[in-house]
């Protein structure tokens, strides 16, 4: 076996056992693919593969070495490499200078910059990447951005590469040629852990797939042999559907409208330009785009999370352009951030505190002006069971929670604020099928009962299961509008997004 992990134990310092006792094999030239709910150890796993954590108990093996333990830098040695989900690249540099980091060829004691640049050149050709060696990185889209992470860790040798959930933030275009590029490195007999969520993604790819459910080893099993709902059972335990049933839409007032708006970044450049449009209550509006052209700062700029430059958002009959964020949530708009550490989660606070850190001045919570912590911690208690946040306790710091559960509690947190309008920047970006389906039923829920939603989401499939209607941002603008989203396809909004087709503008 090239790969062999036995009885892998991982045990973090707060006792956590987030592999116990784990099974781990991958033949040479496969792509295997590890999967498993959140919070099932498969990122912990691979980490300690990597080097980037120790382990308690076990052994690995790969190539026939004993590399227990073995430090990163080691890893890279010996020829494995790891993608981040979240890249780790320098904006300010050029691509070359990116994939040389750490490892600069030089001659006469200087950084010999036509040699990085040619073997840039030289691995994205030999792979078929098409990656330019002397664009800046800040230019690049994402799924360039990913390419160079994979050139990084080829230029270093990688014969194993291990990719920790790569296509979460690609267009369907952009996953389609990665998986050209991840078929073609396997040919050249690259090793391949592939970590997804997705399941259509693990059968079109892989070759063999081990579930992980609860830091335990589940079972392996070849793709090919295997349905869609066998996977998602063997991962959750239980039948899985990933369809919504939706109801036709029955379209209330206006509660949000948006004329004009403009947003300028430090720099002056206008990343959102002169967008108008509105929501009816009952109304899931979708808005499509490639991660960076303005979805993002089209919604913090409605949330009042950023000064907008010019433009007028109307919401629930209120001018709420100059209110601040607690003036908007006090108006029962909601909103779950696209980056749940940054903005969404205070990681040092136990879940209970993250949970309820936007009602606690809520009268509700207060028995003679004092904080009812009973009351509060009961509420916690419930939206941990309902939304199925993997943890001890609800004492326990959010840090410490697996990616997916993380986001579960930012998302419990905003779904059961009876909001008038909730705003969604990537809800259910890496969460697993199971939570995925619980906070899928949840919009839909709430849009049933007469709000309206704002969805954000680099995750076509979601968009066109969930949204009524759907805007596509290209460069700040809105590219194209379908009041009816049963009226357009995947392929179709890929080329908005990609800004390949265009409405013209009224
Ligand atoms: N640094 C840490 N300290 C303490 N506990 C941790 C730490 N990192 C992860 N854990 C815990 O270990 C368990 C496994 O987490 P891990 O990140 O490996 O899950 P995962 O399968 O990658 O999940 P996801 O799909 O959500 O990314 C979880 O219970 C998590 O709370
Ligand atoms: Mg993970």
Redesign the pocket.
């Known amino acids: 076996m090239y790969l062999s992990m036995k009885g892998i134990t991982k045990i973090?310092?707060?006792g956590?056992i987030?592999?116990d006792g784990v099974d781990f094999e991958v033949e040479k030239g496969e792509i295997h693919a590890l999967m498993?709910?959140?919070?099932?150890?498969?990122?912990?796993?691979v980490?300690t593969l990597f080097g980037t954590h120790k382990i308690d108990s076990g052994q690995v093996l790969f190539d026939g070495q004993d590399i227990t333990n073995i430090s990163s830098g080691d890893a890279i040695k010996l020829g494995i490499g790891m993608v981040h989900q979240h890249f780790m690249l320098v904006e300010s540099l050029k691509v070359y200078e990116n994939v040389v980091i750490g490892m600069e060829p030089t001659q006469y004691g200087l950084v010999d910059n036509a040699t990085a640049i040619k073997l840039v050149t030289d691995i994205s050709n030999k792979y078929n990447l098409h990656v330019d060696a002397k664009a800046t990185v800040r230019n690049l889209s994402v799924g360039m951005k990913q390419k160079v992470e994979i050139i990084k860790v080829l230029a270093r040798g990688a014969k194993l590469l291990i990719l920790?959930?790569p296509t979460a933030v690609l267009t369907p275009q952009e996953t389609d040629e990665l998986f050209e590029q991840l078929l073609l490195l396997k040919k050249q007999g690259i090793t391949i852990i592939f970590?997804s969520?997705k399941i259509k993604e693990v059968k079109y790819i892989c070759d063999r797939l081990t579930v992980?459910r609860g830091?335990k080893y589940i079972g392996v099993m070849d793709v090919k042999n295997a349905t869609e709902n066998e996977i998602s059972n063997y991962m959750v335990g239980r039948e899985v559907i990933l369809k919504v049933n939706k109801p036709k839409p029955k379209f209330g007032k206006e509660i949000l409208t948006v004329q004009n708006l403009t947003y300028q970044d430090a720099n002056h450049i206008e990343q959102v330009k002169r967008v108008s449009f509105s929501v009816r209550e009952g109304q899931i509006m979708g808005i499509a785009g490639v991660e960076g052209n303005g979805q993002n700062e089209l919604v913090e700029c409605l949330f009042g999370l950023l000064n907008k430059a010019s433009g007028k958002v109307m919401f629930d009959g209120n001018d709420i352009s100059q209110d601040s964020i607690r003036g908007i949530r006090d108006k029962h708009m909601s909103f779950i951030p696209e980056d749940r550490l940054k903005t969404g989660a205070a990681s040092g606070m136990s879940i209970w505190g993250n949970l309820v850190s936007d009602r606690i001045d809520s009268d509700m919570y207060k028995k003679n002006k004092l904080l009812d912590i009973k009351q509060i911690k009961a509420l916690a208690t419930e939206l941990r069971r309902d939304f199925n946040i993997?943890?001890k306790n609800i004492e326990q710091p959010v840090?410490?929670?697996?990616?997916?559960?993380?986001?579960k509690v930012v998302v419990a947190r905003e779904m059961s604020s009876s909001p008038k309008l909730l705003i969604a920047n990537q809800p259910t970006r890496?969460?697993?099928v199971g939570a995925n389906e619980f906070i899928w039923k949840k919009i839909i829920e709430l849009r049933n009962e007469g709000k309206a939603v704002i969805l954000v989401s680099a995750d076509l499939n979601e968009i066109l299961e969930l949204s009524d209607s759907i805007l596509v941002m290209h460069k700040g603008e809105i590219a194209g509008y379908f009041e009816d989203s049963s009226e357009v396809e995947e392929k179709e909004l890929g080329l908005y997004m990609l800004g390949l087709k265009k409405q013209k503008g009224e």
């Not at 498993?36 to 796993?45: I, Y």
């Open positions: 973090y310092p707060n956590v987030a592999n498993g709910e959140n919070g099932a150890g498969k990122s912990t796993l980490k920790d959930e970590i969520h992980l830091g993997l943890s840090g410490m929670l697996s990616g997916g559960n993380m986001q890496g969460i697993d």
